[in-house]
């Protein structure tokens, strides 16, 4: 069975302040798709990235930065010098199997920046 | 490539209505999939198609629910005898065959008084 685990319910930081959300995803797929969604509270899933299971290269994008490694199940994404604009709840996901697209998301961290 | 729709984007109901949501997938995408997101939660897959076919079902799919997708582009959802526990955001993303990747629409957010 496929999981997603993002232990992290809440994080409060202040603006400029680094912030690392994790995730941890189980699967007995070889071949599987993780990704990064933004939820702002309009509702909308924001899409950040996707990353395939053969590719474990780190990825950065201005101030957001993506750490998969394989070894321990973990995709964590870090949000350097926090704005207060990326209040937002952010979901971790992972597709794979006979399912295609067919995704699991973990629960969620609702990340709150302060001025 | 217009993404992802869905219609309507938001829908206040009465407890006991029927509600539809209409999904247009992108064009080439010939998988389907509904999800529901409830307060709180990420969202939970319920079915997915491949062309018209449904292909799996969620046990959150109850039998007050009902997906079709009869000429394997546009799906529809139908809620019948709508409940309050129903309120919730409504997903709908699509995917080529058997893709992992795909994308999501914006959503349908449903209220029941």
């Known amino acids: 069975a496929q999981k997603v685990t993002q232990a992290q319910t809440e994080i409060s930081v202040v603006e400029k302040e680094d912030v690392t959300l994790d995730c941890v995803y189980e699967?007995?797929?070889?071949?599987?798709?993780l990704f990064w969604y933004k939820q702002p509270p309009s509702g909308e899933l924001v899409f950040l990235i996707r990353?395939?299971?053969?590719?474990?290269q780190n990825e950065i994008s201005g101030r957001y930065s993506w750490n998969f490694q394989k070894s321990t199940s973990s995709f964590n994404f870090t949000i350097t010098a926090s704005q207060v604009v990326d209040s937002a709840v952010y979901f971790c996901a992972l597709s794979g199997g006979t399912g295609g697209f067919k995704t699991i998301f973990g629960a969620g961290t609702r990340l709150f920046v302060k001025a | 490539d217009t993404g992802v729709s869905q219609n309507p984007r938001h829908k206040i109901t009465k407890r006991g209505q029927n509600v539809t949501f209409r999904c247009d997938p992108i064009s080439e995408h010939n998988r389907l999939y509904w999800y529901r997101q409830t307060l709180g939660q990420g969202p939970e897959f319920l079915t997915y198609?491949?062309?018209?076919?449904?292909?799996?079902k969620s046990r959150l799919l109850s039998d007050r629910f009902s997906a079709e997708r009869p000429k394997g582009s546009f799906s529809t959802l139908e809620i019948q005898r709508t409940e309050q526990g129903d309120s919730a955001m409504y997903l709908c993303?699509?995917?080529?065959?058997?893709?992992?990747?795909?994308?999501f629409g914006p959503g349908t957010r449903l209220l029941v008084l």
């Open positions: 993303a699509s995917s080529l065959d058997r893709d992992r990747d795909g994308y």
């Open positions: 699967t007995r797929d070889t071949t599987y798709y």
């Open positions: 198609f491949q062309n018209e076919a449904q292909l799996e």
């Open positions: 990353r395939n299971s053969f590719d474990e």
